[in-house]
């Protein structure tokens, strides 16, 4: 297309109008009318020399190359610029992922509600009902440059701030995999070791009276066949809710082993079976002692009192099948205790050495209405949080969260010898709802039958020893992040 401007044209126009009778005749052309012929001639030129230079400029226009417009680069990042983010809780982490922090804790609220025979209302007085914060935590843990992990746990509940998990670790050590120094769990017991956000039931069984649970100590531990079996093994001291202990000889040394002899449709099926042993040097006072499934009772029925001890060894053994929905765990532990007996005469005291063995053991059931199934972590050989299918949410589209009853029974005999600390036996029927993975609320019913047959050293009955049983009624409510 051509354009012309409008000044031109009006000019042009106009000249023709003025020049169009003259230039039709043949009449000599004046001065005038010259001088207008050859401005119109002049104009004609500049408007040619016009058109092709807008010809120019269209053709070009169309064949012209669409250019991309580039961004501005952005500012280069350093490997130590840390970006946050969420997985099971808040964590931290360096662009080349050398230098890593984890932030979180948990609540868990409890209620209990109690009643027992008058048996053991005259033994021991009578239960009160309560409600308490078992566990109040926060913990901050990491990697520091690739090999050095580091923990620092601390509990607020009862209103002090006692030492979990404390330590640091080197891992990826060839041959032993990981050493680890500090305050924490022993390598004992199957459901000691277990997550306090993952176990099945409220409070663990009545066995736990044996295990050693937290100490400072020394461990190795790590995995072998492709990740089927687990070892660990460690020294430790025995130690307070801080973390101290002051005591000559004072060492004791546990270890753990646990296999899969079967494992299939991606942990979905399994068999896990697991042993472990410690030997625990305790000259001086020692006491066995165990609530009755129950953090918030006021009473340990079963007590063998303090005795003078010499040393304790443990040995436990575990096992748990795991086939879709539905899990089957159990563990037995015995303990062989030697003692001193002091008999008291007129004139001399008379010192005996004495060996007495007690044992505890629990199997336990659970089974998941809504389908998932309790995930096993094969480094550490234990169960893990469980996920729903469906988080529980009342929005459009939301589910109804995970659906678990699970059913135990736990024994423990506290009475050999001149030692009768008692026996318990203990029904627990619990349902858990998971309303996510970080959140669950849970409900149990206990019924225990609790005997004792003479004298005891706890100094709580020294008659004719008692028998009762008691229904204890518990819920928590719980978060971890």
Request: some cysteine.
């Amino acid at each position: 297309m051509k354009y012309y401007p409008m000044r031109y044209v009006l000019l042009l126009c106009t000249i023709g109008t003025i020049c169009t009778p003259a230039l039709s005749d043949e009449a000599p052309l004046s001065a005038r009318e010259q001088a207008l012929v050859e401005m119109v001639k002049r104009l004609e030129s500049r408007v040619e020399d016009l058109e092709k230079r807008l010809d120019a400029q269209e053709s070009d226009k169309d064949s012209a190359v669409p250019v991309t417009p580039v961004a501005s680069p952005s500012p280069e990042k350093s490997p130590e610029d840390m970006r946050v983010y969420w997985k099971d809780g808040i964590r931290m982490e360096t662009e080349d992922g050398r230098l890593k922090l984890r932030v979180g804790g948990r609540i868990h609220q409890d209620w209990a509600w109690f009643r027992q025979d008058d048996g053991l209302t005259r033994a021991f007085g009578n239960s009160q009902d309560g409600t308490e914060f078992r566990r109040a935590r926060l913990f901050v843990s990491g990697l520091l440059y690739d090999a050095v992990s580091f923990k620092a746990e601390y509990d607020f509940a009862g209103g002090d701030s006692d030492f979990k998990d404390v330590y640091m670790a080197m891992s990826d050590v060839p041959v032993v995999g990981t050493i680890r120094v500090g305050h924490y769990k022993e390598p004992f017991g199957l459901d000691e070791l277990i997550s306090d956000n993952a176990i099945t039931f409220l409070e663990r069984p009545l066995l736990s009276a044996f295990v050693p649970s937290r100490n400072t100590g020394v461990m190795l531990r790590n995995t072998a066949m492709q990740q089927r079996m687990t070892w660990a093994a460690g020294v430790f001291r025995t130690t307070d809710d801080y973390g101290n202990g002051r005591d000559d000889g004072d060492y004791s040394l546990t270890a753990r082993v646990t296999g899969l002899p079967w494992y299939g449709a991606e942990g979905q099926r399994l068999l896990h079976l697991g042993a472990a042993y410690s030997h625990r040097p305790r000259n001086g006072a020692m006491r066995l002692r165990a609530r009755p499934e129950a953090h918030l009772s006021e009473f340990r029925y079963v007590d063998t009192g303090t005795f003078e001890s010499e040393d304790v060894d443990l040995m436990g053994f575990e096992a748990a099948l795991k086939w879709g929905a539905f899990s089957l765990q159990g563990e037995y532990v015995r303990a062989g205790v030697d003692s001193v007996r002091r008999t008291n005469f007129t004139n001399f005291s008379l010192r005996d050495g004495v060996h007495s063995a007690f044992d505890g053991y629990y199997v336990a059931a659970s089974y998941f209405l809504t389908g998932e199934g309790r995930p096993y972590d094969r480094r550490k050989g234990v169960f893990g949080r469980v996920r729903p299918t469906r988080n529980f949410s009342l929005k459009e589209g939301g589910g109804w969260g995970a659906w678990e009853v699970a059913l135990r029974y736990s024994h423990l005999d506290l009475s050999d010898g001149y030692l009768q600390g008692g026996r318990e036996a203990n029904w627990t029927a619990g349902l858990n709802w998971y309303l996510n993975p970080h959140a669950r609320v849970m409900l149990n019913y206990t019924h225990g039958a609790i005997t004792q047959a003479g004298p005891s050293l706890s100094g709580m009955w020294r008659g004719r020893g008692y028998e009762g049983d008691i229904d204890i009624l518990q819920t928590r409510f719980q978060v971890d992040f």
